[in-house]
């Protein structure tokens, strides 16, 4: 029973980590719908509205523009998705063989732990409101849930490999 939970949430892990990749392909495309929830009208112009629907408008503008000027700016969120997806696969020997490579599981929950202070030093250098830092912070935490989780059932294993 222990590895069939070890494996639904490395699972869970590995699908986190393709989603969140692949997302970042589609930007403009997503901004746009994510700013139609907040407009008036056809009023994309973020100097009229607050908050975090002025932040998601002033988003999607700067995607928008920088998507005409320069589309190969984009080419580095390509990159980002990749480097989600490839993450991903460094927990598919995970899955197969947890015992062996606990050591990924390790290297994954020190990526959960240091996605805070990335996102607290480098969201205010960056003109981030602090509200979508502790937004980016949740990935780091919601996944360091099964991470840890995982950690200790496979610690549990190792001790009594009947399990």
Sequence with gaps: MPLKKIRFAVAFIIFGLIVSGV????LV????????????GADF???????????ILKVREGLVETQK??????????????GHIIIAL????????????IGNLYVGLWACI?????????GPIRGIPFYWQLID????VVCIVPMWLVINWVTGLKRDPEA
């Design 69 to 82: 000027a320069y589309p190969f700016i984009a080419y580095g969120t390509d990159w980002l998705a990749f």
């Design 29 to 40: 495309w997503e901004l746009e719908i994510l700013s139609s929830f907040f407009v008036k």
């Design 114 to 122: 240091l996605v805070i202070p990335i996102a607290l030093i480098c």
């Design 45 to 55: 112009n973020p100097a009229n509205y607050e908050g975090l629907a002025h932040w």
């Design 23 to 26: 997302t970042a392909f589609p």
């Design 137 to 140: 912070c949740t990935f780091g």
């Design 90 to 101: 460094f927990f598919v020997p995970v899955f197969r063989d947890p015992v062996r490579y």
